[in-house]
């Protein structure tokens, strides 16, 4: 067989190079082409387009991006092994006895994967995309792909087309684990584009926490990524998702989440965002069975000209569910936010609990936010709340802390704390919400060193 040659530009050749590259069952082929076919049919969204119009695309081209990047090593055994760039990102908490799971990404491949024996010997399963393609085909045929359409828009239906990397998740049923499975993707070549997919199947009375963890050189680091990740909580699991976003700051990135909740699972989000030039984050929660609840918390922390648009679903089809979302956002110098949110409540849902707040902190005078909470109630008897909050940080609450001593650039740092730290708190793991403390404590140094304070 002819070495194949790894395609530089985005178009139909890198649809084909990943099939015969790959060696994927023949479900998941068609999948790929007929995401292609939508890909080519379906137009780039324009600020025209509902949903789109406060999104800022000037000057991005898919042209841009090579489809694939690979390393120049083949997988490692050992953390150490690594390239130093890349561990320097890996939180110390990532070592194997703080975890149930390891793998690693460089680009398209997955370099490192490690499962703990206990896990093992439970019947969990934790591979890379790839392989679960190869030897899970038929745990994944059927659900990849069900709750993230490619028929959705153009940016879906590119991720489906080019998918090259990812994870499996499997935990059976009754199943526990005490310890997080984690994810780490590094993405290092410059102009290169990241298509990752996570499936997590929770099966009923399982439990399981999974981290995924973005990361890139920083600075004028140029890239794409659009990533999927799905979920499938059966009847009485739980389910932790946790993402942290680091990316340098000419990066784009297009995220969807979903998760599908059955009877009496419930499904925690927590979705934090550092870097990127746009972060656009789409998340849908559908609660599908009676007793199903979630809890949807996003935070995200903007300077420079950074944008992030959260887009969230909370889709109540069954009685008696409860839905909880809080996203927060902390703006310097020039970044905005866009969210639009909204709690869908279908005519049979009757008994349904749900909340939505977006909250807005403002920390110069050229930051913008956008808030549009929305309702669509169909049934009757309900509890359904919403609201967004927009503002400067209070003056009187700094003059407080500052007649006691404290410096501006501490006493402002002390307000952002307490406003991100419901969302930090909920991150059930403590090395993870450690490392997302100590990004933000960076981001707010840096922006009282450019403030000269």
Known sequence: MAELIVPTQIGPEAVEFLIERNSEPDWFKDLRQQAWNEFEQIPMPTPRDEGWRRTDLKGFQLTDYAPISFPTYDGVLSIEALPEELQKFLHPGAEEENVAGLIIHHGAKAVYRWLSEEAE????????????????????????????????????????????????????????????????????????????????????????VVLAHYASPQGDFSAL????????????????????????????????VRANIRRDAYMRWVLTAFGGKLWRINCHSKLVEPGASTDMLGMSVGAGIQQFDHHTFQEHIAPQCKSDLLFKVVLMERASS????????????????????????????????????????EANEVRCTHGATIGRVDEQQLFYLMSRGIPRRQAEKIIVDGFLHPVIDKVPIQWFSSKIQALLDAKMLAEAQRLGY
């Open 121 to 208: 010997r439970k019947g969990v399963i934790f591979v890379d995309m790839t392989t679960a393609l190869r030897e899970h085909a038929e745990l994944l045929n059927g659900r990849l792909h069900q709750l993230v359409s490619p028929s959705e828009n153009k940016f879906v239906a590119l991720h489906s087309a080019l998918m090259n990397a990812g994870a499996f998740v499997y935990v059976p049923p009754r199943v526990r684990l005490e310890l997080p499975l984690h994810l780490f993707f590094w993405l290092d070549a410059e102009r290169s584009s990241l298509f990752d997919h996570l499936l997590i199947l929770a099966d009923k009375e399982s439990e399981v």
């Open 225 to 256: 990524s659009s990533g999927a990740v799905e979920v499938f909580a059966e009847p009485s699991s739980q389910v932790y998702f946790i993402s942290l976003q680091e990316w340098g700051n000419r990066v784009y990135d297009f995220h969807f």
């Open 338 to 377: 866009i969210y639009r949110g909204l709690i869908k409540v279908h005519k049979n849902a009757q008994g349904t609990d749900a909340y939505q707040a977006n909250r807005n902190l403002l920390l110069s005078p050229k930051a913008r936010a956008d808030s549009m909470p929305l309702l669509e109630i």
